[in-house]
C-alpha cells in the first residue's frame, strides 16, 4: 500500500514558506521531509529529473513544473505492512 500526499501552492505564503513547515518547494524544486525517517531530502526537477527515493526507502518525492507555474510536488510514501 501506498500512500500520496501533494503540496499546495497556496499553502505556501507570500514570501515561499510553507505554513505547517514540514516541507519546501521554490521553483522545480522541493525540500520534502520523509515521514518516515524525519530525513530531509531534495528533490529537483533538473538534476533529479523530478524523482527521488529518501536514503530509507519508505518514501520517493516527486516535482514537475514551478510552484508558480503550475507545477505539481507530490511525496508517496510506503505504507508499512502490519
Ligand atoms: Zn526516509
Do not use: Y
Not at 47 to 66: A, D, L, P
Amino acid at each position: 500500500m501506498t500512500k500520496s500526499e501533494k503540496l499546495k501552492p497556496e499553502a505556501f505564503d507570500k514570501d515561499g514558506w510553507q505554513v505547517d513547515q514540514k516541507d519546501d518547494w521554490q521553483g522545480n524544486n522541493v525540500a520534502f521531509t520523509c515521514r518516515a525517517c524525519g530525513r530531509v531530502f531534495i528533490v529537483s526537477g533538473r538534476i533529479h529529473s523530478g524523482r527521488r527515493t529518501c536514503k530509507c526507502g519508505q518514501s520517493e518525492g516527486f516535482v514537475k513544473g514551478g510552484r508558480k507555474s503550475g507545477g505539481s510536488a507530490w511525496l508517496v510514501m510506503k505504507e508499512a505492512a502490519n
